[in-house]
């Protein structure tokens, strides 16, 4: 099985905190679509045989794209590719995107599942964002969007808001699950370099929340969507039984993907490749019949600890024979001192074969990763003694 992601590179204003890559430029839009449905054709034997199982519109903004020119890429992708009948097929969205006759199209289109990025329901954290609408707003299209038919939604929220009380993002996490969503994300605010925030906080205009409240909202947000019967399935994801975004535990699974369009990534096996993150190079370069991308090759230390990093964050957790099996790397011997000081101090815990992370270790999720991650000269030490 494999899955396809399509980025796309508009967005109707630079939100503050994001620093995706995206152009607030529509001018080469249309352009665009005609170069990535090309680039469809190019890249047409990437996946080899595999049947595709996910196709994921990813941004920037798909939304913004009118529903007819998502409908000819996915029919691009229907002639050129093997996509399963029940395929799941989403489309990330502004709820101000979301009117009644887009939500028909979209569906029509053979989109059905929605990722719509809400990120607060309070207006003036909606602004702080720079977010292009308001909280009613967003509450309503979610709305439309299920009497539209949309039976599977995935609300985006953040917290970790500078200056921002528990009970602010209380009332967010109130406000989303009184939608019923399928599907929740939710991400602590990070203040990225290339942004407007990043910007603010260099010059010292604004300053991180501090990081006992983010735990203390991450703790609020696992407790309540447990007792609203919600699975924590990966650190920053939450769904209802059966509503696991497929395209997105693929990544965590190790399965070979497409990226297409500027700046996304594709993987098969021990290579990633990254598409050029500008859209008029892009748009150009696929005309000569050229996918412009930079070929990163991993070795070995890179896939255990991908392996170690990704495994960590989702309820799974790591199979320790995966790494002994694949890589030789026997992490229960390796590391059986600090496996046993994590266990004991309530971090870590075994799941039958697999350790997974407590609901304590989630909330130091990174720093428990890195303390497991094996570099390459110990790497190269274990194999001179195989
Ligand atoms: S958060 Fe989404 S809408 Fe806002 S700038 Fe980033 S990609 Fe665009």
């Not at 000819?72 to 489309?91: G, K």
């Not at 939604?153 to 996490?173: C, E, F, H, R």
């Not at 600890?305 to 026997?330: A, C, H, M």
Request: hydrophobic fraction near 40%; aromatic fraction near 10%; charged fraction near 25%.
């Amino acid at each position: 099985m494999a899955g396809i992601y399509i980025h796309i590179p508009f967005c109707r204003q630079a939100c503050h905190y994001c620093d995706f890559h995206f152009s607030t430029q529509q001018d080469l839009r249309s352009r665009f679509v005609d170069a990535v449905q090309e680039e469809i054709r190019l890249q047409r034997d990437f996946l080899g045989n595999e049947t595709v199982e996910t196709v994921y519109f990813g941004g920037g903004t798909p939304s913004l794209l009118p529903p007819e020119e998502l409908d000819q890429i996915l029919r691009t992708l229907h002639s050129t590719f093997r996509i399963t009948t029940n395929a799941e097929v989403t489309l990330e969205a502004n709820p101000d995107d979301l009117q009644t006759g887009p939500l028909a199209r979209f569906r029509e289109a053979g989109i059905n599942r929605l990722s719509i990025g809400i990120q607060s329901f309070q207006d003036d954290t909606l602004r702080f964002f720079n977010r292009s609408h308001s909280a009613s707003e967003a509450f309503q299209r979610v709305e439309q969007a299920r009497h539209a038919g949309f039976d599977n939604i995935s609300l985006d929220l953040i917290y970790g808001i500078p200056d921002k009380p528990l009970s602010a993002w209380q009332a967010d996490i109130a406000r989303a699950l009184r939608l019923q969503p399928e599907h929740l994300s939710a991400y602590a605010l990070t203040l990225e370099e290339k942004t407007v925030f990043g910007h603010w906080h260099k010059m010292k205009k604004l300053i991180p929340a501090d990081d006992e409240s983010v735990a203390q909202q991450f703790e609020y947000l696992m407790a309540e969507l447990d007792k609203a019967g919600y699975e924590h399935y990966e650190i920053s994801n939450f769904c209802r039984p059966g509503f696991i975004s497929r395209h997105n535990s693929a990544y965590w699974r190790g399965v070979s993907y497409l990226g297409l369009g500027p700046s996304a990534h594709s993987f098969r096996g021990q290579t990633r490749q990254h598409n050029i993150a500008n859209n008029a190079l892009y748009i150009q370069s696929i005309a000569q019949g050229v996918v412009p991308f930079t070929l990163e090759v991993l070795n070995d230390a890179e896939r255990i600890n991908e392996i170690i990093y990704t495994g960590l964050r989702t309820r799974w957790g790591v199979d320790p024979s995966i790494l002994k099996f694949q890589f030789g790397f026997d992490l229960v011997d390796r590391r059986r001192a600090l496996l046993r000081r994590l266990e004991d101090s309530g971090w870590l815990m075994w799941q039958e074969k697999h350790i997974a992370l407590t609901r304590k270790g989630k909330l130091v999720a990174d720093q428990i990763a890195t303390d497991l991650f094996i570099d390459d000269a110990e790497l190269a030490e274990l194999k001179k003694s195989f």
